[in-house]
C-alpha cells in the first residue's frame, strides 16, 4: 500500500518530469511550430520577481530543465529589467498551470542572473545561428521608450540566462471529485487544504 509521504514523493516526481518533457517541445510564440504536436502548457512561465517592494511578473519560455539539481534555466536580455531585479532581490515565484494536467505549480525560487562565462557563451554559441538570437541583438534595451536617441548603445549581443533553484512547489491538483495540495520540499513535504 502506498504511504501518503510515498505518494507526495511519487507526485514530485511527477512533476519534474512533466518539467523535463515540457522543454522538449517547441514553444508556442517560435515559428516553425508544428501545429499537430500542441507544445506542453508549462512550456511558457510566469516569472514573478521584487522590484523596490513591488510585485513585477511577465511570460518566459523554459528552455532547460536539471531535475536532480531542481534547477530550471530561461533566457534573457541582460539589460531587461528583470535583470536587475533580480540581482538585487534573488527570491522570485514561478508559476506553471495545465489545464490538461489540471496541475498549477507555485514555486518558490532562488534566482541567479548569468551574462558572461563558458555556460553562457557554449548556450550563445548554438543560438546565434537560430532565428531566436534576434531577441538578444537590439540595439535598444527592453522597455527603452522608442522615441529615445540611440547614440548612446552599442551592437553587441546581449544574451543572459536566468537560473532559477526551486526551494519549494506548492502544487495544487484540480479534480471533479475533490482538489488536492501538497507544499512539496524534500523532508518537509506535506499536504495542505485547497
Ligand atoms: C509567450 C511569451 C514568451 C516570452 N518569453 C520570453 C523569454 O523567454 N525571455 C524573455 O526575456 N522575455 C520573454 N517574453 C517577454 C517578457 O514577458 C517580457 O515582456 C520582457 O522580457 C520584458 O520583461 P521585464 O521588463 O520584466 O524585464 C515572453 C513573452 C511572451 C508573451
Known sequence: MTTRSQELDEIEASIWSELEKCVATRPRSEPGEDANEPPHEWRVAVLATVDEGQADARSLVLREVDAAERRLIFYTDARSPKVRQIEQSPQGTLIFYSRELGWQLRMQVRLNVETDG????????????????????????????????????????????????????????LHPRGH???????????????
Not at 495540495?181 to 485547497?194: C, E, F
Open 118 to 173: 563558458l555556460a553562457v557563451s557554449s548556450r550563445w554559441a548554438k543560438l546565434q545561428t537560430q532565428a531566436g538570437a534576434r531577441d538578444y541583438l537590439s540595439v535598444a534595451a527592453p522597455g527603452r521608450p522608442l522615441d529615445a536617441p540611440l547614440a548612446d548603445l552599442g551592437v553587441r549581443g546581449h544574451f543572459a540566462m536566468i537560473e532559477a533553484m526551486a526551494e519549494t512547489v506548492d502544487w495544487l491538483e
Open 180 to 194: 488536492r495540495r501538497a507544499v512539496l520540499g524534500g523532508r518537509s513535504s506535506h499536504w495542505v487544504q485547497p
